[in-house]
């Protein structure tokens, strides 16, 4: 039988120590802490490059299945249990209208766009915008967290990039679906008829409701089993742990539903049946449990995520070959984060009372906001070979890699100074917060 390397454990024990003084250093520079990190993660790669005894630094990367079912199921799921539902309910229709149509017609304008002004062909340019649509909710939620956006705006995000998420997975499968239909066909954009379009908004709906129906059950079995722990908070938290990965799994790769939705759906009714059935103190210790658990997750995505850009730059060659195309893939996602935006806001606004109302300024917030986190990546990479050329592959990686180092670096260190144009960056002050608040604030 075969070990692994102590070394592996020597590697992810020093990471995580490394994030934890950068989240001393960075909090107390008012940086950033998560774009701070892929920053020390790229420095990393290349110490690693400089100290023979540390070269396992360039070994390490993010890859899919380690992004979807190992960090994913636990921001997803953390997020859920403290998700304010009475909240949700009312931007619901908002956050709606950005995730589900917006996410289509974000990958439609993005697709288009590439495939017009880059080598592209147009099924990889409609990869390459399903996957690059996504406002990874990781890095977005973080960086609004530690800037204090107003409640409403932090929900409207926190919402839209929690469906988002679900949404841009399932859109990428559908997409995959119909460019591996494509191969089989004399001409390939015969499988981008009017017909195959039409059932995309019924096999999306089905998917991404699947998810939630099935997370739904799960959590609410669970619960009942809850009934039988004698009150054990260290069975009752281990019953969640199992849930969180055991029905994203499920659904994502067995039922080929929605994990994210199912993660969340199932987050959702933990919470909700945790009021009834738990303690107050096994609540507290819930909540404290799965904090710490997204503030690991959180950190080592980020750092990682800084590594395998590096990673990425060095085993694909140099990015300023690819300029021009990183442009248009910037232009492209901005332009269409625009357009949903302003399509979701004419479509709401006119119906609610002006109070309610997304305003200019949120607006500009949230499109400069969108940012691009560890997700895109995963997909980028997990593109079967079969389905676009080597040269193709290799370029959708490289747009992908630039235009998250763009949001994240120039987005995400200029969002601060938009939201003060606003009056935006100290909005609804609160008291001090416990320990606890101030670790799932990291997030």
């Known amino acids: 039988m075969k070990d692994f390397p102590v070394d592996v454990v020597s590697c992810f024990v020093g990471l995580l120590l490394v994030a934890m003084f950068a989240a001393m250093f960075f909090r107390k520079i008012r940086f950033p802490y998560t774009i701070g990190l892929v920053l020390i993660g790229m420095l990393l790669y290349a110490v690693g490059g400089w100290v023979p005894a540390l070269d396992i630094l360039q070994q390490v990367h993010l890859t899919p299945n380690f992004i979807l079912y190992i960090l994913l199921p636990t921001l997803i799921f953390d997020a859920a249990i403290n998700l304010n539902v009475r909240e949700l309910l009312r931007n619901l229709v908002p956050i709606l209208l950005l995730a589900a149509p917006g996410v289509l017609i974000a990958t439609a304008v993005t697709g288009l766009l590439v495939a017009k002004f880059t080598p592209l062909s147009f099924n990889a340019a409609m990869l390459f915008g399903a996957l690059i649509s996504t406002t990874d909710p990781v890095a977005v939620i973080a960086l609004f967290n530690e800037l204090g956006a107003p409640k409403r705006l932090t929900m409207l995000v926190d919402g839209e990039s929690l469906f988002n998420d679900a949404t841009a997975i399932v859109l990428f499968d559908i997409v995959a679906a119909i460019v591996a239909g494509s191969l089989l066909l004399a001409d390939p954009m015969e499988a981008w008829s009017l017909s195959t379009l039409m059932s995309i908004p019924g096999n999306f709906l089905m998917v991404f409701a699947g998810g939630g129906v099935i997370g739904a059950l799960v959590g609410w079995v669970m619960m009942q089993l809850v009934r039988f722990s004698h009150h054990d908070p260290l069975i009752e938290i281990g019953l969640t742990t199992v849930v969180a990965y055991a029905v994203f799994t499920l659904a994502n790769y067995y039922l080929h539903f929605s994990g994210v939705m199912a993660a969340c759906a199932a987050g959702m009714v933990v919470n909700a049946c945790a009021q009834r059935q738990l303690s107050v103190d096994t609540r507290r210790y819930l909540k404290q449990f799965w904090g710490f658990a997204a503030f690991l997750a959180n950190s080592m ?28 893939g910037i232009l492209a996602i901005l332009l269409s984060r625009a357009l949903i935006l302003l399509l979701a806001c004419a479509c709401y ?12 300024p949120m607006q500009v917030v949230m499109w400069w906001g969108g940012l691009r986190g560890a997700l895109p990546i995963a997909l980028a990479v997990s593109i079967p070979a079969a389905y676009v050329t080597t040269g193709e592959r290799t370029l959708i990686i490289q747009i992908t890699l630039g235009i998250i180092l763009f949001t994240l670096l120039i987005q995400g260190t200029t969002i601060r100074a938009v939201m003060r144009r606003f009056g935006m ?7 001090p917060r416990t320990l606890p608040d101030v670790v799932v604030g990291l997030k």
């Open 349 to 360: 606004n006119p119906f609610v009372k002006q109070a309610s109302k997304i305003t200019f």
């Open 425 to 431: 960056d100290q909005a609804d002050k609160e008291a």
């Open 301 to 328: 995505i980020f750092l990682m995520l800084g590594l395998t850009e590096s990673f990425l730059v060095n085993s694909i060659g140099r990015l300023y070959h690819v300029f021009a195309a990183i442009v248009v």
